[in-house]
């Protein structure tokens, strides 16, 4: 099997080139200015945006347990219509796959309704909310591409420490949702003016601060690759700054809409707006925007949070946290941080290929290499569209980006030579 795709613009070695791209059996074969082959079949990318597959270390697709809110299937589809052929899915489904039945039976799940690559996070520990680490080790050897508690966080020191030298030792990953739960005080929005002006319970900053602080001394004793999932605060920026200028093996994810969005947008009790870490002030998202200009912020994730309609119509108070976003995130990327020359499109495309593949040692993905397997996207970069609540094909539409007006629609998405999503 042989597919021709002509006149790409091509995100290659960190450089956007024109060229063609002969793909043979699922792999790249060849990259040429021109290339000629009679047999295969053609594709004419037109001069888009022809990049390597999005990677996304951080989604929720809710089954098994929760499949009114999203399948494997829907949430699959959804990241090929994002333009994502590879993303790491949390473990926070019901059951929790926190033993070797059940994560073998959720990677079953994966591989049987994914039409992209889905690679499985384990739990640290039982059931994501006990201080007793899970088979560390036997979940690895499973094929647990990481571990995280996301959702829960890990409360108890001990266990953290733990959990962080057995990771170190197999040299796995560790992603955390930093919050210290005794610091939560109920809270629905970001502690501060947004909250008194809303008469809500506010979350402080220190919940997510206070336990960083904790890990990255912890991570610096037991030499674990760590990793701040949704990094919210400027002094939790800043913390993660320190740590990498001291050595530490300290990497971290931003998602766009605490990239876009402060507490200052918040004008109604609109729960499309909720979700945890809550977006902050705007002092915060300046500096996680300069965060991501320096190197600080490693990569973009979606922390993609699809819920039901009933689940988040029910106001600040009572609404579920979380906002579906793997549909959204190149096109907000590439309009509000490229498009107004905030980054470069290398930057951007950086940020949500390569380094999120080196960073979790994703071999098969992130670059567009010879004898790889044939994961890309083609993008228009060209032309204007609506985000509309219609288009999603993720069961959640949770977003409170309805309604703006963006670049970057994703044309057509091929995992192994294979066309996934097309327009
Ligand atoms: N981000 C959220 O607000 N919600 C996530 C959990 C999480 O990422 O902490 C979810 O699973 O819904
Ligand atoms: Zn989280
Ligand atoms: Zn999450």
Redesign the pocket.
Known sequence: MKLLIKNAKLFYANKLINCDVLIEDGKFTKIAEHILVSDAQVVDAKFNLVTPGLVDV?V?FREPGQVHKETIKTGTEASAHGGFTTVGA?PNVTPVPDNAEKFLQQIKLNQANSVINTLQYAPVTLDETSDQLVDIEKLAKLGAFAFSN??HGIMNAQSMFMAMARIAAIGSHLAA?VEDKNLFNKGVINFGSASQRLGLPGIQQVAETSQLARDLVLAKETGVHYHV??ISTKDGVELVRMAKDAGINVTCEASPHHLLLSDQDILTDDANFKMNPPLRSETDRRALIAGLQDGTIDMIAT?H?PHAESEKNQGFAKSAFGITGIETSFPLMYTKLVKTGIISLEELLALMTENPAKIFDLKQAGVIKLGQPADFTIINLDDEYEIKQTDFISKGTNSPFIGDKVFGETVQTYVNGECVYSK
Do not use: I
């Open positions: 951080h929720h949390m996301d959702g949702h999932c949704h922390d949070a």
